[in-house]
């Protein structure tokens, strides 16, 4: 009986813990992105250095803000324009051009299934025999770096709590198993930590 109401208390606090947890740090990286200008801005004026929830608040404020205005600035052609000319100057500049184009690509297969793929769930055997994990379909073809590799598939295998941050590997066909799962659900299981049991129903 006690097990069975620790286990309940530990599935009923997982995804609030996580949540938090996932917000500190977001709270923690905007503070310290913000706390020397806002510093150097108190002291040109002559005032107190803010608090760490003023600088709290104006981070969360501050990114809302961005986030909206690239939003709209999407909406019309004059802002697509514009984050075309940022894309494409991102794309020029050495080394960061490397970061900056996989993980444009990585988020945008991750979001939309761009291209064909990321949409197909796979079970594969990993990190060793034995145990299994649910990755995405990322190619079907692995000759460009074996001859062999027609018949292996490169899979994708995301990491929990942050999806972006997963590996990639080349398994042989036949030892992929594919799952009737969609994106969305797979992804929302990778996050989740494994507590998020998908629906199957809903996936097919």
């Not at 803010?50 to 404020?61: D, I, N």
């Not at 770096?145 to 066909?173: F, H, K, L, R, W």
């Not at 989740?192 to 996936?203: E, L």
């Amino acid at each position: 009986m006690i097990r069975k109401y620790l286990l309940a208390g530990l599935f009923t606090l997982l995804p609030l813990v996580v949540t938090l947890w996932i917000l500190e740090g977001i709270f923690t990286a905007l503070v310290g992105r913000f706390r020397g200008p806002l510093t150097w801005v108190a002291h040109q004026v002559h005032v107190a250095d803010p608090p760490t929830w003023g600088l709290g608040l104006f981070s969360a404020l501050t990114t809302v803000l961005l986030l909206f205005l690239v939003g709209a600035l999407m909406g019309n052609f004059v802002g697509r324009q514009l984050l075309a000319w940022l894309d494409e100057l991102m794309m020029h500049v050495p080394v960061v051009k490397t970061i900056y184009g996989a993980t444009r690509q990585l988020m945008g297969a991750i979001q939309s299934g761009q291209g064909g793929s990321f949409k197909e769930v796979v079970l594969v055997e990993w990190p060793y025999p034995g145990s299994f994990t649910l990755g995405f379909v990322a190619s079907r073809d692995c000759s460009w770096v074996v001859p062999e590799g027609q018949t292996m598939i490169a899979v994708y295998v995301p990491t929990s709590p942050n999806p972006t941050s997963g590996y990639v590997v080349m398994i042989e066909a036949s030892r992929v198993r594919p799952v009737n799962l969609s994106a969305d659900q797979a992804l929302t299981w990778a996050v989740s930590g494994g507590v998020v049991v998908p629906d199957i129903q809903r996936g097919r």
